[in-house]
């Protein structure tokens, strides 16, 4: 189960965060510059803003989406119904660690704000190498420790998943994803960007 607070949980499913991911969701699009043919993975998809907006927006082959929260998954396939974007999307609560999907599936995995919840977050980023086709795109955006020590403070969060973006791109090259040297930019998060799978780790 998630660690989130329920202050977080009301954020997350909050508007102004939906407002927030449309912007999200577009840069990584922009990031990634994927086919419309590509398969998506959208890791902790939360109530699933970004999951909809993905099929709206770029119209993927295949769309598979996960959170270890199944109140979280149960929003997010209520509103992909309601949206009418439900067809061929394969939801499922699952863990970053454990991801329920064979090898080398994905053309690109998005996040936000999903890797800091988890405490062996590096497994995660394994885990991510580990579904990306060679060359594949992750499009990430996570707040650093000193963000989560600073501007997030009211939202608590275990200090193991905590890293700085040294650390980030170090995790990144052990699972085999080599990070962008492009500066990124995203309102939020200090640690965003995109990294190509360049071997398995
Ligand atoms: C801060 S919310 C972000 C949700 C959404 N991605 C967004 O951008 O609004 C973190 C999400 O990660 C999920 N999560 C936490 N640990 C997870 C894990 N080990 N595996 C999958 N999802 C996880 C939580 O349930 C939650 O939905």
Redesign the pocket.
């Known amino acids: 189960m998630?660690d989130?607070s329920a202050l977080?949980r009301w954020l997350?499913t909050s508007p102004f965060?939906a407002w927030l991911?449309r912007g999200e969701v577009r840069a990584f699009l922009r990031w990634a510059s994927l086919p419309s043919g590509a398969c998506v993975l959208d890791?902790?998809?939360?109530p699933g803003?970004?999951t909809a907006l993905i099929r709206e927006l770029l119209r993927p082959r295949c769309l598979s989406a996960?959170?270890?929260?199944p109140s979280?998954v149960e929003l997010a396939r209520r509103r992909l119904a309601r949206l009418g974007l439900d067809d061929g999307v394969d939801l499922r609560v699952?863990?970053?660690?454990k991801m329920p999907y064979e090898d080398g599936l994905f053309d690109a995995v998005f996040?936000?704000?999903?890797v800091h919840?988890?405490p062996d977050w590096r497994a995660?980023l394994r885990e991510v190498g580990r579904v990306l086709k060679p060359g594949g795109r992750f499009c990430f955006a996570e707040p650093s420790r000193g963000r989560l020590r600073g501007l997030f403070r009211i939202l608590p969060h275990s200090v193991e998943s905590m890293f700085d973006a040294d650390e980030w791109r170090a995790a990144l090259a052990d699972a085999g994803l080599q990070a962008e040297e492009t500066p990124r930019r995203l309102p939020l998060w200090d640690i965003c960007g995109v990294a190509t799978k360049t071997h398995e780790a």
């Open positions: 998630s989130m977080e997350v965060r991911q890791m902790g998809c939360g803003v970004s996960f959170d270890i929260d979280m699952a863990d970053a660690t996040e936000s704000g999903v919840h988890v995660a």
